[in-house]
């Protein structure tokens, strides 16, 4: 293990639900890099993808795993026991099956946030960052429904506490380069085909690694005070560009927008610009309560108006940048 200094969660014990999926199995691995936590709990559903993680960490003392369902309270109390900080990233997160099973994503997206929150508060978490997507702002799919209602559970959280522990943040980001279910699996096997779907265009998205994705996740918990929504200034693509960045020789197949589908995605609303601060490289939406002394933040709010999209982005990926990107298959 090599640390690289004080870290929040030196001396820690960290739980990460949804901990064998992209994210989490990136979270875990840097922390064991990085940080002297003392106790990292793995909870997921999948007994294999817990088995895979047990042997590539083979002797690594301070991994625990639980097999658990964020919608089972009980179980979260238990895992949760000795427990510091959380990271939740569990969620069902396909749009078309939250589309087709749309109470099983309530009951995981919904329910399991307000498991999380109880269960942190009974057993006394000092801090809780919730996972957010760039299709919980002003939301067209259920999946992005789920998320929003999420989002303001976490953060209406602070006032359930009664003012104490634990303190709950949200962090929101967009696309992640080759995470499960992302574009990038599906380019790379389609691509051997010739063809390449593109749904329209003109489509952009915002686009980071999973590396800057936990790194921004160690910051905002670092940095919070209980009832931010964070979300780190990142680069925007064309869905074309990536297309030919991954296979300049394909053809392209406009195959039209999907149903829940957003041409573009947006981080930021007009509406939220009104709480929101510039903090420099990311932005803080804050929330609307009367506890939470905007003064503190020496930040610059954003003009009157202002909404992060991913079409008026001031910083774009090129091709070349995009493959350089690209992990490996």
Not at 76 to 102: C, G, M, S
Not at 120 to 132: M, N, P, T, Y
Not at 163 to 192: C, I, M, Q, T
Not at 257 to 279: C, F, N, Q, W, Y
Request: charged share 25%; hydrophobic share 40%; proline share 4%.
């Amino acid at each position: 293990m090599t640390t690289t200094g004080d870290h929040i969660l030196d001396g820690r014990s960290v739980l990460v639900t949804g901990g064998t999926g992209s994210f989490g199995k990136a979270f875990i691995d840097a922390t064991l890099r990085t940080t002297a936590a003392t106790r990292i709990v793995v909870l997921s559903r999948d007994e294999l993808k817990q088995a895979d993680m047990q042997r590539r960490y083979a002797g690594e003392g301070r991994l625990r795993f639980f097999i658990g369902d964020v919608r089972d309270r009980d179980r979260l109390r238990r895992a949760f026991n000795r427990v510091d900080y959380v990271i939740h990233a569990a969620a069902l997160k396909q749009v078309p099956t939250a589309e087709y099973n749309p109470f099983e994503a309530v009951k995981t997206n919904i329910h399991g946030a307000q498991n999380v929150i109880d269960a942190a508060i009974d057993e006394g978490v000092q801090r809780v960052i919730a996972l957010s997507t760039d299709k919980a702002c002003a939301p067209v799919n259920l999946y992005g429904a789920t998320k929003l209602v999420s989002d303001r559970l976490f953060t209406a959280g602070n006032a359930y506490a009664g003012g104490g522990a634990p303190r709950f943040a949200v962090v929101r980001y967009g696309n992640v380069v080759g995470s499960r279910g992302s574009v990038v699996p599906v380019f790379r096997e389609l691509a051997k085909t010739g063809t390449l779907p593109i749904t329209d265009e003109r489509m952009t998205r915002f686009w980071l690694t999973l590396d800057r994705a936990v790194e921004f996740v160690f910051a905002s918990l670092t940095s919070m005070r209980g009832g931010e929504l964070f979300v780190p200034k990142i680069p925007s693509m064309r869905v074309v560009d990536l297309a030919a960045a991954m296979a300049p020789d394909a053809r392209l197949e406009i195959v039209g927008i999907r149903p829940g589908e957003k041409l573009h995605e947006e981080m930021i609303s007009a509406s939220d610009a009104r709480s929101t601060v510039d903090m420099g490289s990311h932005y803080i939406v804050q929330p609307e309560f009367e506890w939470w002394q905007k003064e503190r933040l020496a930040a610059t709010p954003v003009p009157e108006g202002f909404n992060y999209a991913s079409n008026t982005n001031d910083t774009w990926l090129s091709v070349d940048e995009l493959r350089e990107l690209l992990p490996d298959a």
